[in-house]
């Protein structure tokens, strides 16, 4: 899926995001993520240094919820899609040699790897809530 241009470019700008899991019988989990990255289209990887309960729902359940926000502006955007936990591969590596750029002496315990499904405009206004992009 393509990630529309203004949440793509405000994720960019290397933000924290409030990164959501839930546990197969709905209880909730959400943690500030900054260790992200694009990584082809639609598809978002985050690094694991310290995640326990992220992990784990992600692989009892799968399925997540981020968002990403400027306070200044107000601009916010909400995405949901589905996610697997990977300890080696393309994914994996890419994350961990962008890890190396700036601590080149550790390693991510692996990574989350999220496929997008859809994205909301979760600005106040009119168009909160809005779908603006579907796989």
Request: hydrophobic fraction near 40%; include cysteine.
């Amino acid at each position: 899926m393509e990630i529309p241009e203004k949440p793509r470019k405000l994720m960019e700008q290397r933000r924290t995001i409030a990164f959501a899991t839930c546990t197969t019988d709905g209880v909730p989990n959400v943690v500030p993520m900054l260790q992200y990255w694009w990584f082809g289209e639609g598809v978002l990887v985050v690094g694991d240094m310290f995640m326990k309960a992220t992990r784990e729902n992600v692989q009892q359940y799968g399925k997540v919820s981020f968002s990403v926000w400027d306070d200044t502006t107000g601009e916010a955007y909400k995405f949901r899609g589905t996610a697997t936990y990977e300890t080696a591969g393309a994914a994996y590596d890419m994350a961990n040699n962008r890890l190396h750029e700036k601590t080149p002496d550790k390693n991510f315990k692996g990574v989350v790897v999220v496929t997008v499904s859809e994205v909301y405009d979760a600005a106040r206004g009119q168009n909160a809530g809005r779908l603006i992009a579907k796989a």
